[in-house]
């Protein structure tokens, strides 16, 4: 057998540490399967002041790490080491407490820290300078998104002939296009590659940095979360202004579905439910529906169908079109659970809703992942209205729960789901391709109508959803086949 790869992942969050999507349940999953695999990996993450250094038994690395910054010269992080859990792989924190040792991850009260740029440019130098000091020598670096983007651009420039790092091939996983990390061009100056990589290909754009340009350009290798997000991101209305330079990057870019963690979603062994219940024996799942309407205080009535939401609560999830079409959906006889928070408006104008059909619709406005779980079970049907969704977690996790999902034909989500057919009785879910509230209210009346009137397609529904398997095995085996290809191109 080929040897193995050596893998270090650099992202800005990993589950348990640190998650505020799915971005950290994937990097939090990625790294034990692909060390089940047979890869040797290790993980960098920031140490934010959220991330508890004694309750995680962290340790403290002898010495410091030195970050070169260009003009704003060399700054100094201390470094500490875990494992991810159950696993053997060694996790960094690095830690450098002006960046990092603040109350949120990217934002506070809503409003991005200003100085993101500077945050994950030093965070993505340091995990390079990293490999030094723990005496590890990468074959593939694993970025995601626009906090790590800047990493392929070093390995391309100063960090070329790094005795450590300098023959790593890169990866960049794109999960979102809409986040891109734009600064003003100053950065080039502490990033400290030189002017000559301020051009429309690299990392230039409108008179700006954009760090995720300049990771599309530079990266070996590229996927998204989604066959289906691969292809929409090469168009204006996915791009977010990148579509050309996707486009033109197509040659090395693939969709790798995200693996569902089975260890955590699945409701024969959930601890977060009031019963466990599986494909042959849903008794459990009628007892976990009463369990979620007490909790949210609705009518105790398995005589309704309840729709589930558990979201950011962010125009990218549809949630303004919810918002348009919700009085007319709760004309319908259901109910509605949604657990959620981002928008400040939403939070007003949700709550709002519980107010005036206490009957019908309940919300819990926060981050609660007990709550999750317990939407997810007790609900009839899971709502993703997404306006775009690069893979999309949730929809996987409804199936395996029994819950159809009600989804936007989108990235990920048309990916995952195949539409009712009530003739044939196939099919996991239900599609609307419009993202208008006629279109919504249209998909959920469908829904509905099929759990009042149709009892044997939707139980045909429910059974073939939860024999869908979305396995982090095969992904991780799909990403291990992308490093070495990554790792061929790199040594060309
Ligand atoms: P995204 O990363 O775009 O938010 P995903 O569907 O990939 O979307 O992942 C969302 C993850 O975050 C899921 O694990 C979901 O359960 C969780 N999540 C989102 N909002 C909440 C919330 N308010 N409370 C608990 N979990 C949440
Ligand atoms: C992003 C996307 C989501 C995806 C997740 C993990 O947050 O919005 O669709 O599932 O990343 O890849």
């Not at 079109?321 to 400040?344: C, K, S």
């Not at 509905?448 to 149709?454: G, P, Q, V």
Request: charged residues 20%; contains cysteine; hydrophobic residues 40%.
């Amino acid at each position: 057998m080929a040897e193995q790869p050596k893998i270090l992942i650099a992202a800005s969050e990993a589950a348990p540490f640190v998650k505020t999507g799915g971005l950290g349940d994937v990097v939090g999953a990625l790294p034990r399967y692909l060390e089940r695999a047979g890869a040797e990996v290790r993980v960098v993450l920031p140490r934010y002041a959220s991330i508890d250094r004694e309750a995680l038994g962290l340790r403290r690395l002898p010495g410091e790490l030195t970050v070169p910054m260009g003009i704003m010269g060399e700054q100094r992080a201390i470094v500490y080491e875990g494992t991810m859990p159950e696993t053997q792989i060694p996790i960094y924190f690095i830690d450098h407490a002006p960046y990092f040792g603040r109350t949120g991850i990217y934002e506070e009260d809503g409003e991005g820290y200003p100085d993101n740029d500077l945050r994950f440019t030093f965070f993505s130098r340091g995990a390079l300078e990293l490999c030094r000091m723990i005496e590890f020598r990468p074959d593939v670096v694993h970025v995601h998104d626009w906090q790590t983007a800047v990493i392929p651009v070093l390995l391309n420039t100063v960090c070329r002939h790094d005795p450590w790092v300098g023959q790593a091939a890169s990866v960049l996983t794109l999960h979102n296009m809409q986040h891109q990390g734009w600064a003003f061009k100053g950065l080039m100056d502490v990033l400290g590659i030189g002017w000559g990589h301020f051009n429309p290909l690299e990392l230039e754009m409108h008179d700006q940095v954009n760090l995720l340009k300049g990771g599309l350009y530079h990266a070996t290798q590229l996927n998204t979360v989604s066959e289906g997000y691969a292809r929409e991101i090469q168009t204006p209305a996915y791009g977010f202004g990148l579509e050309g330079v996707v486009h033109d990057c197509a040659w090395k870019l693939r969709g790798i579905l995200n693996g569902v963690d089975y260890e955590e979603w699945n409701p024969e062994i959930d601890p977060h439910l009031a019963a466990n219940y599986s494909a042959d024996d849903l008794s459990g799942k009628a007892l976990c529906k009463s369990d979620l309407q007490r909790t949210f205080r609705l009518p105790e009535r398995d005589d309704v169908p309840l729709i589930g939401l558990v979201s950011r609560l962010v125009k990218q999830k549809g949630v303004d079109v919810l918002a348009e079409a919700i009085h007319r959906i709760l004309t319908l006889d259901l109910q509605f659970v949604l657990v959620g928070n981002g928008e400040p408006w939403s939070h007003f104008y949700f709550g709002d809703i519980a107010a005036a059909y206490p009957e019908k619709f309940a919300a819990f406005i926060g981050y609660d992942n007990t709550r999750a779980h317990q939407v997810e079970a007790g609900a009839d049907f899971f709502l993703m209205p997404s306006r775009f969704e690069p893979c999309g977690l949730n929809q996987m996790y409804s199936l395996r729960y029994g819950t159809p999902p009600i989804v936007r034909a989108t990235g990920g989500l048309d990916d995952s789901v195949v539409n009712f057919a009530p003739r044939s009785r196939t099919g996991t879910g239900f599609k609307l391709t419009d993202l208008s509230a006629d279109a919504l209210f249209d998909t959920i009346g469908w829904a509905t109508h099929t759990w009042y009137n149709d009892k044997e397609g939707l139980a045909a529904l429910i059974q073939n959803g939860m024999a869908q398997r979305f396995t982090w095995e095969r992904s991780a085996q799909r990403y291990l086949n992308l490093f070495r290809e990554a790792m061929r191109l790199r040594s060309i």
